[in-house]
């Protein structure tokens, strides 16, 4: 149920039995010659779309930025702060809050750890205004990173590598390009120091390797997200 096609009288029907939803969240950053640059968008967002088709939950229209830290000075990279990204998140949930939902399932196709804690910390500061909210914040990686070593995938494969070119090679092909063009590539950031020159130790955008990622691949870790989602989603609403 996508509230961005709903009118509002479907909205106002559906919202009487239906009190979770789904908020996708991506970033605009580099991945590569190969992917788009919402990619972390685009993936999430079609996974919700299927999820949807099975569970009958609403799917809120996505917030396509998000706090990119690695990726910063690469072309086309476009990153909020994480505080702008808590107070967004934040006004969206209150105002879908005062709609009547109550269980709050907040996605995110990009994995950034910081990124991610501004989401937490969204919820965690909401768990006290909005009494009757609850809330699961999940990134993709981190539901699929079992899977993926399970799978055979390499335990370094990580942004616009293996999994997520093959993720997009099954959701949005159309969307890949010059894949040939793609290479097998890793960060070399020192270890705990924060670089201004991010693109001397990280030009590429790509951890890991493209050269390996297939179709089919993208369509066995659709279908393990699906069935992680569906379970912890289970489990979040019977709790
Ligand atoms: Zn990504």
């Not at 999430?44 to 799917?59: A, D, G, H, N």
């Not at 500061?125 to 809330?135: I, M």
């Not at 090679?169 to 894949?179: A, F, I, K, T």
Request: with cysteine; aromatic share 10%; charged share 25%.
């Amino acid at each position: 149920m996508l509230i961005e096609s709903m009118t509002t009288e479907e909205f106002s029907k559906l919202v009487q039995r239906i009190k979770t939803v789904i908020i996708p969240i991506g970033s605009i950053e580099a991945h590569g010659p190969h992917l788009p640059l919402a990619t972390d968008l685009y993936t999430i967002y079609e996974i919700c779309k299927r999820l949807i088709q099975e569970i009958p939950l609403f799917l809120a229209p996505p917030i396509y930025y998000g706090l990119c830290r690695s990726t910063r000075n690469l072309p086309g990279t476009i990153s909020i702060r994480g505080e702008t990204l808590k107070a967004l998140l934040t006004d969206i949930i209150h105002s879908l809050y005062q709609k009547g939902l109550r269980n709050f399932i907040i996605l995110s196709g990009h994995a950034g750890g910081t990124h991610n804690a501004f989401l937490i910390d969204a919820a965690e500061s909401t768990l006290e205004t909005l009494v009757e909210g609850r809330f699961l914040v999940a990134d993709i990686y981190t539901l699929l990173k079992k899977d993926l070593l399970a799978l055979g995938f390499e335990e370094d494969d990580s942004h616009a590598g293996e999994w997520e070119t093959s993720l997009m090679l099954y959701l949005r092909s159309e969307l890949v390009q010059n894949l040939d063009q793609a290479f097998e590539d890793y960060p070399r950031f020192p270890k705990y120091q924060i670089v201004r020159e991010k693109d001397k130790f990280w030009a590429s955008g790509i951890w890991g390797n493209p050269k390996k990622a297939t179709s089919e691949k993208g369509k066995l870790l659709v279908d393990h997200l699906l069935l992680n989602l569906k379970r912890h989603i289970e489990e979040f609403l019977n709790y």
